[in-house]
T-cell receptor, first 112, second 111 residues
Framework: DAGVIQSPRHEVTEMGQEVTLRCKPI?????LFWYRQTMMRGLELLIY????????DSGMPEDRFSAKMPNASFSTLKIQPSEPRDSAVYFC??????????FGSGTRLTVV | SQQGEEDPQALSIQEGENATMNCSYK?????LQWYRQNSGRGLVHLIL?????REKHSGRLRVTLDTSKKSSSLLITASRAADTASYFC???????????FGQGTRLTINP
């Protein structure tokens, strides 16, 4: 298995633009998590899905953030409109009851 | 919100010495996990200790868990320069199905 695959690896965008981050979890994993990492706030859980259903989105900072999981093999995190304070590394992770968590390599987002 | 609190925030030791990092948490947990993150990279799972376990070993890693004190420690023995990284504890909260991370300890091994 190629692990959790995130794209793009790096994204630089202008303030106000829409940003879409993508994640392909490990096949067979039924939970998917989106995290954001910054120097100031560390690793924050934004939202997680279980069997494609959003379970807890209390970590989503604002209505500008939205996440979807249309099927078991794909999830997106969208920021619209983006702001400079959204600059961070966004990680996706997946897990199953029989396995631990596996993290993707992250997407480094810079909003200028 | 962050549950785990790592201590110290930064640790610098000589190669060959042992490194100990501590983590405290607040809620009931199913398990506690330790992760490593090299600069600019993703998180790598190191070891998981369940709430009914008190100690676990994996190679040069030793993890302890004290649920009465809601604390855990990670010991890396005979440290190597390649161990330089940030180390995070994460708690799998009971009933919540999610992993909550602490702020991490930045470990530097000096050759």
């Amino acid at each position: 298995d190629a692990g959790v695959i995130q794209s793009p690896r790096h994204e630089v965008t202008e303030m106000g633009q829409e940003v879409t981050l993508r994640c392909k979890p490990i096949s067979g994993h039924n939970s998917l998590f989106w995290y954001r990492q910054t120097m100031m706030r560390g690793l924050e859980l934004l939202i997680y899905f279980n069997n494609n259903v959003p379970i807890d989105d209390s970590g989503m900072p604002e209505d500008r953030f939205s996440a979807k999981m249309p099927n078991a093999s794909f999830s997106t995190l969208k920021i619209q409109p983006s702001e400079p304070r959204d600059s961070a590394v966004y990680f996706c992770a997946s897990s199953s009851p029989r396995s631990g968590y596996t993290f993707g390599s992250g997407t480094r987002l810079t909003v200028v | 919100s962050q549950q785990g609190e790592e201590d110290p925030q930064a640790l610098s030791i000589q190669e060959g010495e042992n490194a100990t990092m501590n983590c405290s948490y607040k809620t009931s947990i199913n398990n506690l996990q330790w992760y490593r993150q090299n600069s600019g990279r993703g998180l790598v799972h190191l070891i998981l200790i369940r709430s009914n376990e008190r100690e676990k070993h994996s190679g040069r890693l030793r993890v302890t868990l004290d649920t009465s004190k809601k604390s855990s420690s990670l010991l890396i023995t005979a440290s190597r320069a390649a161990d330089t990284a940030s180390y995070f504890c994460a708690t799998d909260e009971r009933g919540a199905q999610k992993l909550v991370f602490g702020q991490g300890t930045r470990l530097t091994i000096n050759p």
